[in-house]
Each structure stands twice: as C-alpha cells, then as structure tokens.
C-alpha cells in the first residue's frame, strides 16, 4: 500500500539520521529551525557537530532555489542541542504537499517535539516596514490543498485534527518577550498562504487584508500543519522582506526580497538565538 510505503520511507530517512548523528552525540535534539531567507547566518552562529547533505538521506526531496544550502544540521546554539534544516522544500518547486512535509514526520519519528520556522514574506499591516518582523500567530491556508489529504497516518496524529493552537500561544508570548529584550521591532500577526512562484496580485492582497492577514508567504502552513499534527509545538516568524503587492509602490523582485531578508539577518538570528536561550 501507498501509505505503507511512505511510513516506511519515513523511518528510513529517521533510522539514516539517528545513525549519523549517534557517531558524534548521544542526544537527539528536541527542537528544529528552519532556516528561511535571511537565516542562513545562523548556522554559523551554532557549533556545528556534523551537517547531512539532504541528497544523502533516503526520500528526502532536493532543495532548488538559489540560497537555499540543502542540509540538515545537528549543533549547538546557545549551549542547547538542536536541528537545522537549512534549506526547504516549496509547492512551488513541483513538489507535492506530502513531499514538502515529509522532513517534517522525520524528525517527529527521531523524537523531535518542536519546530520553529521562519520564511520571507509580503507584509500587509499599516506600519510595517522592509526588514521588519512578524511573529505569526495563526494562518490562512484557503490556497494550500490539506497536507494530511489521503489515508490518515494515525500513528502521528487523528484524523481531523483540532488547529485553534498550531503555533503554541507560550511560545508566541516568549518571541514577543525575547524581542523587547534585545530592542527589536517585531510584529504580530495572521500569515496567508501563497503556492507561488507568482507574487500575488494587488486584487489578492487587497482581500486578504480585509481578512486580516499580516503577511504572505509561500511556505511554513504545510510544515505546521503536519507539525501540529505531530503534536509538535511549533514556533514562526516571518521575515517581511516586502511590502505586498498594490501596497508597495514598486513591482516586487526576488533580489529586493534576497537583499531585505539579509538586512533583516541579524535581528532574526538574534531573536531565534535568544529564544533558543531561553525556552
Ligand atoms: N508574497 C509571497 N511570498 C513572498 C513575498 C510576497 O510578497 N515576499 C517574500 N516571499
């Protein structure tokens, strides 16, 4: 059967890592950052033990968008043990949900109980400025086919799993309380999905802001969801790397995303330190 099939190509790539990772540390680590745009630097803020190409682990799909590495990292950030995935898988580079998410039960199945992701993104809200940042709180997911689609994986989680705390409300609080600690703006907000590669239209953000979104973004929902279905804990903050379309006055471009996400880079990676520190 299909889904058999996909377990078992889920406890392969989890039994290849615990195997990599028993040479160098007898600790699996209990938390992963996703490394999105303008992240990078941190995994040379970590203490690296050893780093796993994707392309070595069975089933993991290959990571192609400029920028984005393709490794998984096991390190030390502010004397804790954790995961870096530095580099993720989008809809939009023709992978399917299942694929996109499949890192995602790996790491539930190593024992590893949350995630914290950060993406790039569009702001919508009123003050917002090019390198600020948004803690999210919740999302939007009308344009993200259901990841759990298909024959529930009952050993992960049930069938139709409650979402009123995807992203857990302590560490929502926690991100807010590390960001006042080291003076650095952040907001606070809804993040829409967007399948990509297109930008929205103006008409589309225009409606999503009656909805109340703060930004928009073409990754993290399908990765949470799995996640909380998991029943990982999981933290996000995007990276507003533009103001969203209609609502910039200029087309929007990947390099004017590329170069605000690194001006961004140093309070990302600060506040994902300090929250590391602290949690
Ligand atoms: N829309 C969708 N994804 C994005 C954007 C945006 O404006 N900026 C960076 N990623």
Partial sequence: MIENDYLDRIELAAKYISNVCSNFASIIPSICIVLGSGLAPLASMCEVVTSIPYSDIPGFPQVTVPGH?????????????????????????????????????????????????????????????????????DHLSFNCDSPLRGENLSKFGPRFPDQTNVYDKDYVKLLHECAQELSIRVHNGVYSYSKGPQYETPAEIYALKQLGVGAVGMSTVPEAIVASHCGMKVAAVSCITNLAAGISLNPISHNEVLENASKASSNSCALVKKFIERI
């Avoid at 043990?81 to 530095?86: G, K, N, R």
């Fill in 69 to 137: 590495e393709g490794r998984l990292i096991l390190g030390k950030l502010s004397g804790k043990d954790v995961f870096l995935m530095s580099g993720r898988f989008h809809y939009y580079e023709g992978n399917d949900y299942k694929a996109c998410t499949f890192y995602v039960r790996v790491l539930a199945s190593l024992g590893v109980s949350s995630l914290f992701l950060t993406n790039a993104a569009g702001g919508l809200l009123k003050d917002m400025e090019p390198a600020d940042l948004m803690v999210i709180s």
